[in-house]
């Protein structure tokens, strides 16, 4: 399921999803696989995670529907248990991150930087 890429990490595409690591095994695809299942049913916590965690002191007052729609495409990597949107609308500079742990369960921390 995963392949090298050009940054010596192993990638794999599901559902729309990018999932990486840098040691592939049956577990991780395993993971990969439930987590690809779940993504979108689990947006809505992630959305209320990031406006409790002050999303909006960077980007202004936004609704969880306002976030959702604005993701994009997520990078999961699921050694270091991290979303990364590298292709949201919200603005062309700042890169989102959270950690989470499980299969999308609880989310910890959530990174803007730019």
């Known amino acids: 399921m995963f392949a090298l890429n050009e940054?010596?990490?192993?990638?794999?595409?599901?559902?729309?999803?990018?999932?990486?690591?840098?040691?592939?095994?049956?577990s991780l695809e395993e993971a990969a696989a439930e987590i690809a299942g779940i993504y979108e049913s689990k947006l809505n916590s992630i959305a209320e995670f990031m406006i409790d965690e002050g999303i909006s002191d960077c980007f202004g007052e936004l609704s969880p529907e306002k976030i959702i729609s604005s993701l994009g495409k997520p990078v999961i990597d699921l050694e270091r248990s991290l979303i990364t949107y590298l292709e949201h609308t919200l603005d062309d500079i700042h890169i989102i991150e959270l950690e989470y742990d499980g299969l999308l369960d609880e989310f910890f921390y959530l990174s803007i930087d730019g």
Do not use: M, Q, R
């Not at 940054?7 to 592939?24: D, R, T």
């Open 7 to 26: 940054n010596n990490e192993y990638e794999a595409e599901i559902s729309g999803i990018k999932f990486v690591c840098e040691s592939p095994d049956e």
